[in-house]
């Protein structure tokens, strides 16, 4: 079991830069591949970034490239969202998942992550 929680999240203004945390707690975290992913209002839960178990591998949605950047720090059981440049179709509730990871790829499908935290709310504003 893993437990992941997610800080960070606020209100900002559009080309403002935000930093989203996930601590995780319960089992090894250096065993998982990290991802996070976000829900707007009336929209489906899309995939944002992944990374790997090890952090050399990371995988983007194509709308966030080059502007969000995921990494982790295995010692402090955390991942990380930078995101800069934000604009207000970035605003949405930002989960962060866990998968338990045999090999070391960062996956984006959702239904591949086993555990979820509760969520951050991220609202930018034009």
């Known amino acids: 079991q893993v437990q992941l929680v997610e800080s960070g999240g606020g209100l900002v203004q559009a080309e403002d830069a935000l930093r989203l945390a996930c601590a995780a707690s319960?089992?090894?975290?250096?065993?998982?591949?990290m991802g996070w992913f976000r829900q707007a209002p009336g929209k489906e839960r899309e995939f944002v970034a992944a990374?790997?178990?090890?952090?050399?591998?990371?995988n983007y949605a194509d709308s966030v490239k080059g502007r969000f950047t995921i990494s982790r720090d295995n010692a402090r059981s955390t991942v990380y969202l930078q995101m800069n440049s934000l604009k207000p179709e970035d605003t949405a509730v930002y989960y962060c998942?866990?998968?338990?990871?045999?090999?070391?790829?960062?996956?984006?499908?959702?239904?591949?992550?086993?555990?979820w935290g509760q969520g951050t709310q991220v609202t930018v504003s034009s």
């Open positions: 998942a866990a998968r338990a990871a045999t090999y070391d790829y960062p996956p984006s499908p959702s239904h591949e992550y086993s555990y």
């Open positions: 319960g089992r090894t975290f250096s065993f998982y591949a």
């Open positions: 990374i790997s178990r090890s952090g050399a591998l990371t």
